[in-house]
């Protein structure tokens, strides 16, 4: 069984970029899409991007401006950076994988903070 | 604004039978994607309750199901308990925004 663990810093400062790390273990990162989802507190969820173990990405049209979701597959990672980080990208960030159109599992997510 | 709208909140007592609609539009549910409903207790990340409409994973209670009609989507929950009061998110693709998408989220009330 897949399991998915966010890592990185929970406190940003507004105006710098956000890095996170998913880490992969219990089956092979290639061919699934793998990715990012945020939910604010109190909030719903907001999808941000994906990527292909191959490294094609798609990304949310409200945040393309700011994302970067790369793939390293010679370590079963996939990372999100977000740039410019204000106090509305304050969330729980989750990395999530993708089968068939269903995020059939998550990570436990990783709550971010954005102040100074 | 989600792209896909949920009713706030529902309640009911338990033993009975409450419906969560959810919304979208001919670029998503109309479109023939399939929905999917996750559910999420505090503190904790969601879990898939239905994927492709209407089917349980394993381990899922058949008290859930799910339907689809036209641009709108329900998940059903019979014999309500206790332990399903959570937040309810379902989940689409959509074609315009070429990615996926969430209802605001509903959450469940045991009286």
């Known amino acids: 069984q897949v399991q998915l663990q966010e890592s990185g810093p929970g406190l940003v400062k507004p105006s710098e970029t956000l890095s996170l790390t998913c880490s992969v273990s219990?089956?092979?990162?290639?061919?699934?899409?793998w990715n990012w989802i945020r939910q604010p507190p109190g909030k719903g969820l907001e999808w941000i991007g994906d990527?292909?173990?191959?490294?094609?990405?798609n990304y949310n049209p409200s945040l393309k401006s700011r994302v970067t979701i790369s793939v390293d597959t010679s370590r079963d990672q996939f990372s999100l950076k977000l740039r410019s980080m204000t106090a509305a990208d304050t969330a729980v960030y989750y990395c999530?994988?993708?089968?068939?159109?269903?995020?059939?599992?998550w990570g436990q997510g990783s709550l971010v903070t954005v102040s100074s | 604004q989600s792209v896909l709208t949920q009713p706030p909140s529902v309640s009911g007592a338990p033993g009975q039978r409450v419906t969560i609609s959810c919304t979208g539009s001919?670029?998503?549910?109309?479109?023939?994607?399939?929905i999917n409903w996750y559910q999420q207790f505090p503190g904790t990340a969601p879990k898939l309750l239905i994927y492709?409409?209407?089917n349980r994973p394993s381990g899922v209670p058949d008290r859930f199901s799910g339907s689809k009609s036209g641009t709108s989507a329900s998940l059903a929950i019979t014999g309500l308990q206790a332990e399903d009061e959570a937040d309810y998110y379902c989940?689409?693709?959509?074609?315009?925004?070429?990615?996926?998408?969430f209802g605001g989220g509903t959450k469940v009330t045991v009286l």
């Open positions: 999530a994988r993708v089968y068939r159109g269903t995020f059939d599992s």
């Open positions: 219990g089956d092979s990162i290639s061919d699934y899409y």
């Open positions: 990527i292909y173990y191959t490294g094609s990405t």
């Open positions: 001919s670029s998503n549910i109309g479109a023939a994607y399939d």
């Open positions: 492709g409409t209407s």
């Open positions: 989940q689409s693709y959509d074609s315009r925004l070429s990615g996926y998408v």
